[in-house]
């Protein structure tokens, strides 16, 4: 158990016959488990125990320097932060990140269980049974190459030279299953499910079991789709995907550096349709990744991005925050140059105002694509200049009903995509990276496989 | 410390004592220490030294032949005698083995030591410090600068991961290497009213202490610079099925995600791949030879033993399209047959090894890249690749950062968001022709045992027909 005033003691300690008057320090441990199996017997069984701490260290001018260990010891901390010290002679006078000036601010008490590690066994046996219900649901699945299931507990501690001393505690747990089926003469078909919960027996396997059959099942039929211009209907996972993936818009590192599809100016400009909303919420109750205080001991909180339509805010650090004159959100990590980034986010229509057409129902459309699942954003998404192009997994609605779709990929630019957007179709749905309702987009490239 | 200190002998044999008595079928420690930097520049200056030490163990254990030999794992960065002994009882408690209740199961010791790294030692200290890494980047950003136009943002980053492990194992296995590998990336992004362009270059090699103060930053910064003033203004593909050629270096990402995971024996275990019964038959068009091996000096996926402590192979994978020989690792051999190749790679000591490519490319052929062009009446050019992707079924993706309409035979007007979709059984046949010009380059490959180092390569090849995604 990581102990964060014996860590700010001791770093005070050496820090002081170091000559260092200003330090922090973030620091993780934790233990994983988790399991995977293969057609009833178990494939491989893994544990970690990690440890890894960062030290920053300041030169009296204002340089910093970091080093980053996995020895969590003393000796390691003493060998840390002299690292940073010698590394803080190359540190970056002109942009310097400081210590956040809301470090010592109270946080918002975050009431999250903590379940202990269950038995390894624990978790084979359900992944086990949890395979073999996926395998008896239909007979054209005859794998589930890829699954697991995992346990984690792990906890985090930031603590800095002002006093500051930031403890989270936190377990998880996941499981996934990507079945494989197979018909005679046809191309082998896979899809597959995600659940996540604070522990192993809070999981619903079942429903991940279910959704992984269905949609195995439903890209079994599947054919060929022409090339062309075709309206789309995003699921929550993929538009929250594609957001994600063109976070650059809001985050202030990003503008700073000149990455951005946004700049300094573009704070009240209009990005999407004028009836939806973006957030971000790492304190969401869903979020289970969730974290009080981001890297530089800022405490976390939901912020507003996009507003009927109009970039409201952007994602800060310390030094970000300082150079646009505002106060840090709680969205950076830690490092010599430091990084932002959003949590969780929230698309949701805009109050007040219709979510676009209200006639658009995807269990009723026709000609319209519905893509599930976006591939390959690593690779496929330009996102400093805002195009992509990918695979996806879905199906062409045809009179309402669904036709898998053999292997197609989409391709547009974000600014266009969030300006047709048509409309926002029922609740916003609870997915594991946040949270967002079904998304129709007018006219996208779809190339289909010939 | 280092894992030549001879208490490790003694240390690891009574580990992988216990464990055998315990009743594994075979136990192996995998013991690392690294010693990272990594530098950043951004325009005029530095903006991010980063140094990283650790350490930390895996051990993994092996039991039931019948049962088609489970295994349990376990990584700690605790490598006091409690941690490790800890590790190995979490270890062998997956298996249902408890130390301590012996099965009768024997060691017969350690090998003596295979030292790969004894002529290395003085590696860390060859490579460049702070100082001398963040000038030549600096160097690499102000030739960008001078050759390039409309940059809105120019970077270059610098990597070093020096690595000393050590392998131990019941069946006697005992071998020490140190390993390096660096990396340096170029990237501007140009920007000219609603126009924009990103071009990114990456150069990596392994076990050369003088790469980064041997790069030619001028050549490096005008290859780039051409690049982003040509994509700059470029339109759209039309998306589509045409005939490409694609370029030799990075060009050979294709075989690596069309083919190449599918010949690994982790995928013939998982039953994902369509060639496992294919040994000896024609999957590939009769012009496709194509070689994994970890042996090119100073190559990015070269390694002088596996994480296994095998030494690696040349493996000919498929030649005049007729499948060889599958990737293999020891887990790979113990449950499919597949001889040993020397592929078995991890990112570190958090993961199990598993059957991994190295230095992975299509031979050369025997025609000019021209011939190749000329071959095509209107297709698509792609000159830079970027990454990719394939999925449990074989469908494999990926995207072309810099491509060329080809029009009666010759290049025409760039073009730029092209993603190239497709199947190994599809598109392996449809490889007709191969160029005499086989080059590599470096990558990274990120699969069940992490991020590795590897190299991709190819001469031009055609491939006949490809769905390529674009507006």
């Not at chain 1, 890894?52 to 003493?78: H, N």
């Not at chain 2, 650790?54 to 490598?79: E, K, M, P, Q």
């Not at chain 2, 590998?181 to 992004?189: A, E, K």
């Not at chain 2, 362009?197 to 610079?225: C, E, H, K, Q, T």
């Amino acid at each position: 158990m990581l102990n964060p005033q014996q860590l700010h003691d001791q770093l005070s300690t050496l820090a002081k016959q170091e000559g260092i008057n200003q330090w922090d320090l973030g620091a993780a441990s934790g233990t994983d488990l988790s399991v995977q199996v293969d057609r009833g017997e178990p494939k491989q069984l893994k544990g970690a125990q990690r440890s890894a701490v960062t030290v920053r260290a300041w030169t009296s001018d204002g340089r910093v320097g970091i080093t980053s260990s996995t020895d969590l010891s003393i000796e390691g901390l003493a060998q840390a932060l002299k690292g940073a010290k010698e590394a803080s002679v190359f540190g970056d006078l002109e942009e310097p990140p400081g210590l956040s000036c809301r470090s010592l601010e109270p946080l918002i008490p975050l009431e999250r269980p903590r379940l202990a590690l269950k038995p390894i066994q624990n978790l084979l046996k359900t992944l086990l049974d949890a395979e073999r219900q996926l395998l008896d649901l239909h007979p054209a699945i005859n794998t589930v190459p890829y699954n697991g299931l995992s346990e984690r507990n792990g906890e985090s501690v930031y603590i800095n030279s002002l006093g500051s001393q930031r403890h989270h505690l936190s377990s998880s747990s996941a499981c996934y299953l990507y079945a494989r089926a197979e018909q005679d003469g046809r191309k082998p078909r896979s899809a597959g499910a995600v659940r996540l919960a604070y522990g192993s027996e809070q999981l619903d396997v079942q429903a991940c079991i279910k959704e992984a059959a269905e949609l195995t099942i439903s890209h079994l039929d599947y054919s060929a789709i022409d090339t062309g211009y075709y309206n789309c209907v995003f699921s929550p996972e993929a538009f929250l995907d594609l957001i994600g993936a063109f976070s650059n818009i809001f985050n202030a590192r990003s503008v700073l550096d000149g990455l951005s599809l946004s700049n300094r100016d573009s704070l009240g400009s209009t990005l999407a349709v004028p009836f939806l909303n973006l957030w971000d919420d790492p304190l969401h109750k869903s979020n289970l990744g969730a974290s009080a205080f981001d890297g530089e001991g800022t405490p976390t909180a939901p912020l507003t991005l996009i507003e009927a339509g109009n970039l409201a805010h952007f994602l800060h650090s310390e030094g970000t925050a300082r150079q646009f004159g505002v106060a840090p959100t709680g969205h950076a990590g830690m490092g010599a140059k430091v990084s932002v980034g959003p949590d969780w986010f929230v698309v949701a229509p805009t109050p007040g105002i219709a979510a676009g057409d209200a006639q658009l129902n995807r269990h009723k459309a026709d000609g319209v694509v519905w893509i599930d699942s976006l591939s390959a954003l690593h690779a496929g998404v330009k996102a400093s200049q805002g195009s992509f192009s990918l695979p996806f997994d879905g199906w062409l609605i045809k009179n309402g009903e669904r036709i898998s779709i053999e292997a197609a990929t989409v391709a547009g630019d974000i600014r266009k995509v969030l300006k047709t957007i048509l409309a926002l179709e029922g609740e916003p749905l609870v997915t594991p990276g946040g949270m967002c309702p079904y998304v129709w987009v007018e006219g996208l490239s779809i190339t289909g496989e010939t | 410390m280092s894992f030549l200190d001879s208490q490790w002998q003694g240390r690891l044999e009574l580990l992988l004592a216990a464990g055998r008595a315990a009743g594994a079928d075979l136990v192996e420690i995998f013991l690392e220490r690294f010693d990272r930097l990594s530098v950043l520049a951004e325009q005029e200056r530095v903006t991010s030294v980063n140094p990283s030490l650790g350490c930390g163990a895996g051990i993994r254990v092996f039991h039931g032949a019948a049962d088609g030999y489970r295994d349990g794992f376990v990584s700690t960065t605790n490598l006091s005698d409690e941690g490790l002994m800890q590790a190995l009882d979490q270890a062998l408690g997956m298996l249902n083995l408890q130390r301590g209740i012996s099965n009768g199961h024997s060691f017969a010791g350690l090998n003596p030591l295979s030292n790969y790294g004894s002529s290395k030692q003085n590696w860390l200290t060859q490579c460049p410090g702070v100082k001398t890494s963040a000038d030549r980047l600096l160097e690499g950003t102000a030739k960008l600068e001078q050759h390039g136009k409309h940059l809105q943002a120019r970077r270059g980053s610098y990597s070093r991961d020096w690595q000393e492990m050590l392998v131990a194992a019941s069946d006697g296995t005992f071998s020490r290497d140190l390993r390096l590998h660096q990396t340096l990336g170029l990237s501007v992004l140009a920007a000219d009213g609603e126009h924009r362009s990103s071009v990114a270059r990456r150069f990596g090699s392994s076990d050369n202490p003088r790469d980064l103060i041997d790069w030619d930053a001028d050549a490096a910064a005008r290859d780039i610079s051409a690049s982003s003033a040509t994509m700059l203004y470029a339109d759209y593909i039309e998306a589509g099925s045409y005939p490409v050629v694609l370029a030799n270096r990075f060009g050979g990402v294709i075989f690596h995600e069309a083919c190449g995971h599918l010949l690994e024996t982790t995928q013939v275990e998982r039953g994902t791949t369509p060639f496992a019964d294919k040994m000896g038959e024609l999957i590939a068009h009769e012009s496709v030879t194509a070689i994994d091996e970890g042996l090119s000096p100073q190559s990015f996926g070269s390694l002088a033993v596996d994480d296994e402590g095998f030494e690696p192979q040349r493996t000919t994978l498929i030649e005049n399209g007729i499948l060889k020989a599958f990737l293999s690792d020891r887990a790979g051999e113990l449950r499919t047959g597949h001889a040993r190749t020397g592929s078995g790679r991890r990112q570190g000591h958090s993961y199990a090894a598993a059957s991994r490519m190295r230095n992975t490319f299509i031979a050369a052929g025997p025609h000019s890249p021209a011939d190749l062009i000329s071959s095509i009446d209107r297709g698509l050019y792609c000159k830079v690749m970027g990454g990719g992707s394939v999925g449990p079924t074989g469908q494999f993706n990926f995207s072309v950062e810099e491509g060329y309409l080809i029009e009666n035979g010759v290049l025409g007007k760039p073009v730029k968001g092209a993603t190239l979709i497709g199947d190994a059984e599809t598109v392996m046949p449809r490889i007709s022709m191969c160029g005499n010009d086989l080059d590599l380059a470096a990558g990274f490959c990120g699969s069940v045992s992490g991020s590795i180092y590897v190299t991709v390569g190819q001469p031009h090849i055609k491939v006949d027909s490809i769905t390529v995604g674009g507006r």
